[in-house]
């Protein structure tokens, strides 16, 4: 342009592109090879008779500050009277905790029967390493697998007992959205795998949370004939027989991976 007529382009500064995309030229071989730098923006004004060379830096940027991220948590809660269900629930810890940025907490909830009627029952002295839940805890975790054995295809008084303690939270809709998932035992192979815990969801509905069944994604474990196997599309469970049965590699198997599936589950609902 003539004199005095604005700005025109450096002849020193080349056009650049991103990629190939369109008719213009890509990247070459050696620009390729190395990572992006800050550019810096030359331009040539014309001002009347003065010609003025500008530089106009990219800006920088700021340095983020290294920030350590609390993992999420998983509350395990679960009453066992001869240890069927503690065996699942030490299993789902462990997929639990497979999982990157997870974590899994063991609890057991409060026994309500003495310790005379215990004993007549010949239970074994509960695991003194898993401490008792309180119904105000609950509050602190992002997610929760509660198990426990049924009576008449529902969860035992001890659970039911505890889930009647959580008035406040309940009051509060302190759990509401939050996850939860069931795993159980029974007696007999007709004893409520499935009712044990679909009976249990009327504890979440009235606390707005939201229920996770495993469905079928334990893939053919879940079609297996050739053996007994507690669990269902509703999660991980085992038959305890007269209580002298002990829970199968299969049935462990299905319990860690309700675990480590809860756990993903749990990780995708709290990204934003």
Same mark, same amino acid.
């Given at each position: 342009?003539?004199?005095?007529?604005?700005?025109?382009?450096?002849?020193?500064?080349?056009?650049?592109?991103?990629?190939?995309t369109g008719d213009g030229p890509g990247i070459d071989d050696d620009d390729a090879a190395n990572p992006p730098i800050p550019i810096e923006d030359d331009r040539t004004t014309v001002d009347g008779d003065r010609t003025t060379a500008t530089t106009t830096a990219a800006?920088?940027?700021?340095?983020?500050?290294?920030?350590?991220?609390?993992?999420?948590?998983?509350?395990?809660?679960?009453?066992?009277?001869?240890?069927?269900?503690?065996?699942?629930?030490?299993?789902?810890?462990?997929?639990?905790?497979?999982?990157?940025?997870?974590?899994?907490?063991?609890?057991?909830?409060?026994?309500?029967?003495?310790?005379?009627?215990?004993?007549?029952?010949?239970?074994?002295?509960?695991?003194?390493?898993?401490?008792?839940?309180?119904?105000?805890?609950?509050? @602190?975790? *992002?997610?929760? #697998?509660?198990?426990?054995?049924?009576?008449?295809?529902? &969860? +035992? /008084?001890?659970? !039911?007992?505890?889930?009647?303690?959580?008035?406040?939270?309940?009051?509060?809709?302190?759990?509401?959205?939050?996850?939860?998932?069931?795993?159980?035992?029974?007696g007999t192979q007709g004893g409520g795998q499935e009712t044990t815990a679909w009976t249990a969801i009327t504890q979440l509905v009235h606390h707005g949370m939201l229920f996770v069944p495993i469905g079928y994604t334990f893939g053919a474990g879940m079609f297996k004939?050739?053996?007994?196997?507690?669990?269902?599309?509703?999660?991980?469970?085992?038959?305890?027989?007269?209580?002298?049965?002990? @829970?199968? *590699?299969?049935? #462990?198997?299905?319990?860690?991976?309700?675990?480590?599936? &809860? +756990? /993903?589950?749990? !990780?995708?609902?709290?990204?934003?």
């Open positions: 342009m003539g004199k005095g007529g604005g700005c025109v382009p450096s002849k020193k500064k080349k056009p650049s592109y991103i990629g190939t800006p920088t940027t700021p340095t983020m500050t290294a920030r350590t991220i609390p993992p999420l948590k998983i509350f395990v809660v679960y009453y066992s009277m001869y240890g069927h269900v503690e065996s699942l629930a030490k299993r789902m810890k462990k997929g639990v905790d497979s999982v990157d940025g997870v974590e899994a907490t063991l609890y057991r909830v409060p026994e309500t029967l003495s310790q005379e009627v215990v004993e007549q029952m010949k239970a074994p002295a509960k695991d003194s390493e898993i401490p008792e839940i309180t119904a105000t805890e609950l509050a @602190a975790a *992002d997610g929760f #697998l509660f198990g426990f054995p049924t009576r008449y295809g529902c &969860m +035992a /008084a001890q659970m !039911k007992a505890f889930f009647d303690s959580t008035g406040q939270l309940w009051k509060e809709q302190t759990l509401a959205g939050k996850p939860a998932g069931f795993f159980v035992s029974t004939m050739d053996s007994i196997r507690g669990g269902s599309p509703y999660g991980a469970g085992v038959f305890a027989g007269d209580g002298s049965r002990e @829970a199968t *590699d299969t049935e #462990l198997a299905l319990a860690e991976h309700q675990g480590n599936y &809860m +756990a /993903a589950i749990v !990780k995708r609902l709290s990204q934003p």
